[in-house]
């Protein structure tokens, strides 16, 4: 009976893990940079992968990866516009398992970034760690201008 419980009790610990990393949180970010356009794929989902300036507060902002899925009858983030000036609104989970410093976002960890206009330069020697969100189509509300 004791050994039935501790398993029950681990299956819905487990369960609530579950939930709450997939918890969506409402983000408004600017693109910097696409680091990672995968070719799209007319059967399967695809993604692209940018560094974008998140807005945690007014005048305060910090660098996140941002991982966009999307299916073959959607459209790419970068589609709306690489432009810095544009600050979109998303819905996006966050991922610990994909957090890279700036240096290893990229294929096989070589940086070879589509900047957005007018974006900043990314400074590549930057040992600080991403925070990684991943949204899709379905969550991506708006640019805003």
Same mark, same amino acid.
């Given at each position: ?8 009790? *681990? ?5 609530? #893990? ?47 990866? #941002? ?7 959607? /459209?790419? #983030? ?9 600050? *979109? ?30 974006? /900043? ?23 805003? *201008?």
């Amino acid at each position: 009976m004791v050994a039935v419980s501790g398993i029950v009790a *681990h299956e819905s610990a487990a369960a609530e #893990l579950h939930w709450q990393s997939s918890k969506k949180e409402h983000l408004k970010v600017r693109l910097v940079a696409l680091a990672i356009a995968y070719p799209r794929s007319s059967y399967f989902s695809s993604q692209e992968v940018f560094v974008a300036e998140q807005e945690i507060a007014k005048d305060e902002t910090r660098l996140v990866k #941002l991982v966009y899925n999307f299916l073959p009858y959607q /459209p790419r #983030l970068s589609g709306y516009a690489l432009d810095y000036s544009v600050e *979109h609104d998303i819905l996006a989970a966050r991922d610990p398992s994909c957090d890279e410093t700036l240096g290893q976002v990229g294929l096989q960890g070589q940086p070879m970034f589509k900047y957005a206009i007018d974006s /900043p330069a990314l400074d590549l020697k930057a040992r600080r760690s991403l925070r990684c969100y991943q949204t899709s189509a379905e969550d991506y509300n708006k640019p805003l *201008h």
